[in-house]
């Protein structure tokens, strides 16, 4: 008995020896922590990161320091962390300069260094982990811009450009800011809160946004404006952090407090994933740069439920790791007493019912995970049968179109080759050309869906190249020729012959050069180059124009279904390039598209010589024919049609109408209707529209809602708050039809709003009922009085005087010292050119004109009856009651009171 205990003793000696030493060889490494601050809540969540990565991380024993916003004390942190013989620093330095030539002593006495969140001037450094400051600031300039629609007035909050972070997230948003000359910047250091001329600044009326460096100083602006306006301001406050939790940047989004915040990751938790990676000699990346995203009303619901969802997690990590280790401790000494006792029997029970309650645990969580699995794979399956039934609706009525289609096209056909139908030629020409258009957009269409289900069968075979681009070609010279385009085929070798499918093959360059057409300017050039390259077996043709070029963005996603550049969003579907590629890819071959803004474009195809690439089931017996599909006989979207015979301006009294519309094609149809009845200008853009409405003053103008870059409610907003044009009714052409958009056309002054697809009869006829109202209420109130006819001229500078000159009598017509004076010093003419000009072209002289708008306005207020006669001759600018009833009694033979009883009787 006693030997049994000594040696027991002996074995439970040895046993806590041993994991005595199984202890101290755990490998254990020190890892030095720097951090600027800590009183942040960002900077908190960063700490809080590291702290639950490293439940992950045994071997790390983290030692950190908090520099409490000084650069001095952080130094010395550094060098106290070194000598204590850390195996790796992390530091988040303070101010860069500073602290730059300590990490690179550091790192030269080959200790790794991981600069985390604000970057040194320097290489000298193991890895960097964080975002692109610059690029944060970049989304948060193109955010306002788009919040602003190009126009407003921005306070930039930033901090102390000493700190990397917050620089480059200031220069960052300044380079964004230069691309919009129309928004205004003013910028203030958040670091002066405290001062009142901050807090005046930040709650400025004429700031639309408060762009802050930081969730917190955007939280203060919003705080400082709701103090200075309880009732509170249509302003837009945007920070950057975007952290989750009370408190933080997510919640005060989604709260309305922020409109928007830029997410900041902290990279805490991966700063330790590449700590140990670096310490176990594992590979890692050296520039780690974390993502980002603008956090606003739209997503920030999901995002705050996914961060809500995380920090559960994170929480119930935390939790089982305690546990773990109240356990682990447990069984330490559970075992150590079994040892102890000898008592291996009951240990082996315990691990025995610990394992079948593990097997057991383990075949519920399988069963829990089985059966999860087999929803997400339901709910996948339903999906995709959804997705299906979707395609295959949008198939069979594609399929349905074509038959109306076909209707439509073969009996305007019929018609164009009858003699009787030549007075209607432009217009069957139109109805063709975009019965075409149509036709071969759901051509693509079906075209796509035979692709995606790999029911597009090739007949490939081999066919001469260069006749078969030629006979393309043939379908454009007339265009080129109507445009002037300089339109050719170079190429080294005319006997070259490739393996394609020609009907296939057609589509492609029929879409390469409908749009090198499209985009080329008149006088420009398009060529065709097939290059042959015997050295890789392939043939290299390329397709190059002058035209507008696009840019970078626009190139990268060029190839993407449905994707249009901004500045070409009303000219296609965005359809045919990416059927172009998905049909050069069936062929095994290659296409790239280069381009410079402004200068041109070229697509390149690279296609290879011989067969043996291609696939046996899509080889053909026949010989190299193939049939041109019916749309691309001709270019349709280019079919020239006849000039229409626009009505000339005349002294008839025919009005004159302003038409703004950037689609030629409808533009031109609309001036020929309408040039049957009115003298019809013209204008593409905004800018163009809202300067010939000032210089012509037309009678009546038509107006696109959507034009490019631009919108129709910019015409309407500037021309009814001008003086000179706001009597001129407005037309709005749109595609929207939402009540909406009609109410804040009507709001903003638009006289009649009609919805695309339209009757252009209807238009006529509104227009007609519109000017004929104008006249009758001009005649009614008479505002306008009648002048010499044989006197006035039609020219465009004397009609912009009239208008100038009439403006200006009636929106001075309360004041009684208003006359010749004022008005030529507001016209920029003497006294004796003012009486000449008005006399030539009205047929009174300047103060007849004035006393006769005076008594017609009197006499029209004293109808109205709101008024006494005192205060309508105070209104309309007689300095007394006594002199407005003399002048009225010349003009109009009885004193306003007998005028005011005759019609009240």
Not at 425 to 447: C, E, G, H, P, S
Not at 490 to 513: A, E, P, T
Not at 672 to 686: H, I, K, P, T
Not at 872 to 890: D, L, P, R
């Amino acid at each position: 008995m006693r030997s049994i205990i000594i040696w027991l003793g002996i074995f439970c000696f040895g046993f806590l020896f041993g994991c005595q030493a199984e202890q101290e060889q755990e490998k254990k490494f020190k890892v030095g922590f720097s951090q600027p601050i800590m009183k942040d809540a960002w900077r908190q969540a960063m700490f809080n990161e590291m702290q639950r990565q490293l439940i992950f991380h045994d071997e790390i024993e983290l030692i950190f320091k908090d520099g409490d916003s000084q650069t001095s004390i952080q130094i010395a942190q550094i060098l106290q962390m070194v000598e204590d013989g850390i195996d790796l620093l992390i530091v988040s330095p303070n101010e860069a300069a500073p602290l730059q030539p300590i990490i690179e002593s550091v790192f030269e006495q080959g200790i790794p260094v991981i600069i985390l969140d604000r970057r040194i001037n320097s290489s000298k450094y193991t890895a960097y982990i964080g975002a692109d400051n610059k690029l944060i600031g970049n989304a948060g300039g193109k955010y306002i811009a788009r919040l602003l629609n190009g126009r407003g007035k921005v306070l930039e909050v930033y901090e102390s450009l000493k700190i990397t972070a917050f620089s480059d997230r200031h220069f960052g948003f300044r380079e964004v800011m230069v691309a919009h000359p129309q928004i205004q910047i003013d910028s203030v250091k958040a670091i002066a809160k405290g001062e009142s001329k901050y807090r005046e600044l930040i709650a400025n009326e004429q700031y639309d946004v408060v762009f802050a460096a930081t969730d917190v100083a955007a939280k203060f602006a919003y705080d400082v404006a709701q103090e200075a306006y309880p009732e509170g301001r249509n302003k837009y406050y945007i920070g950057i952090d975007a952290l989750p939790g009370t408190g933080n940047g997510l919640e005060m989004v989604e709260n309305g407090i922020l409109t928007a915040s830029i997410i900041y990751p902290t990279g805490g938790d991966l700063s330790i994933d590449i700590a140990s990676r670096i310490l176990n000699g594992e590979p890692y990346e050296k520039e780690n740069i974390l993502q980002t995203l603008v956090v606003d009303s739209t997503n920030v619901k999901i995002i705050q439920t996914q961060a809500r969802k995380i920090l559960d997690q994170q929480t119930d990590i935390l939790s089982l790791s305690d546990k773990l280790g109240v356990i682990q401790r447990v069984f330490k000494t559970q075992r150590t007493l079994t040892y102890l006792f000898a008592l291996t029997m009951v240990i082996s029970i315990i691990m025995t019912a610990s394992v079948l309650k593990s097997l057991v645990e383990k075949r519920r969580i399988n069963n829990e995970l089985q059966s999860k699995n087999e929803q997400i794979t339901q709910y996948a399956q339903q999906a995709e049968e959804a997705t299906q039934a979707k395609f295959r609706f949008f198939t069979n009525i594609s399929h349905e179109f074509r038959t109306p289609l076909t209707l439509i096209k073969a009996p305007v056909d019929e018609l164009l080759e009858r003699k009787e139908a030549s007075l209607f030629k432009k217009d069957l020409k139109l109805i063709r050309k975009n019965t075409l258009r149509l036709l071969r957009l759901v051509n693509q269409i079906m075209d796509f869906r035979k692709i995606d289900n790999s029911k597009m069968n090739l007949r490939i075979n081999e066919q001469p190249l260069i006749p078969f681009l030629k006979e393309i070609m043939d379908s454009f010279e007339k265009l080129a020729g109507d445009k002037q385009i300089t339109f050719k085929l170079i190429h080294d070798n005319d006997q070259v012959k490739l393996w394609f499918d020609g009907n296939m093959m057609d589509k492609v360059f029929f879409n390469l050069l409908s749009n090198a057409f499209k985009f080329t300017n008149k006088g420009g050039s398009i060529f065709i180059r097939v290059e042959t390259n015997q050295l890789s077996d392939e043939v290299r043709i390329s397709v190059d124009d002058t035209g507008n070029g696009m840019t970078e963005e626009q190139v990268t996603h060029i190839f993407d279904r449905f994707y249009q550049g901004d500045q070409y969003r009303s000219l296609g579907t965005g359809l045919g390039l990416a059927l172009s590629k998905e049909i050069i890819d069936l062929h095994k071959g290659s296409i790239e598209v280069e381009s410079i803004p402004n200068k041109g474009t070229r697509f390149v195809i690279k296609l290879k010589t011989g067969k043996d690439h291609l696939d046996e089931s899509m080889l053909a017996l026949e010989e190299g024919l193939y049939l041109r599909s019916d749309e691309s006989l001709f270019p349709a979207d280019y079919e020239s049609t006849e000039e229409p015979l626009i009505r000339e301006k005349s002294e008839d009294g025919s009005g004159s109408i302003l038409l703004i519309e950037d689609n030629d094609e409808l533009r031109a149809y609309l001036k020929g209707r309408l040039g049957r009845d009115y003298f019809v200008m013209e204008a593409n853009n905004v800018a163009e529209g809202i300067e010939m409405a000032m210089n012509e003053v037309p009678d009546l103008i038509v107006c696109d809602l959507m034009l490019k870059h631009e919108s129709g409610y910019e015409v309407i907003r500037a021309l009814k708050e001008d003086l000179r044009s706001s009597h001129i009714p407005i037309v709005i052409l749109t595609a929207k039809s939402s009540t909406e958009e009609k109410i804040k056309g009507i709001r903003l002054g638009a006289d009649d709003y009609i919805t695309k697809p339209f009757d252009v009869a209807i238009l006529c006829e509104r227009i007609h009922t519109l000017l004929a109202n104008r006249q009758k209420l001009r005649e009614h109130f008479l505002h306008e009085l009648p002048v010499d006819q044989k006197g006035v001229s039609n020219s465009r500078i004397d009609k912009k005087f009239v208008s100038e000159f009439t403006a200006l009598v009636e929106a001075n017509l309360a004041d009684a010292g208003f006359g010749v004076n004022e008005i030529g010093h507001e016209l920029g003419l003497s006294r004796m050119q003012l009486y000449r000009k008005v006399k030539a072209l009205l047929g009174y002289s300047v103060n007849d004109y004035i006393s006769n708008v005076r008594l017609k306005k009197a006499k029209h207020l004293i109808l109205e009856g709101e008024h006494n006669i005192s205060e309508i001759a105070h209104i309309v600018g007689f300095s007394t009651a006594s002199y407005f009833s003399t002048a009225f009694k010349n003009q109009f033979g009885m004193t306003p009171s007998e005028f005011k009883s005759n019609h009240e009787s």
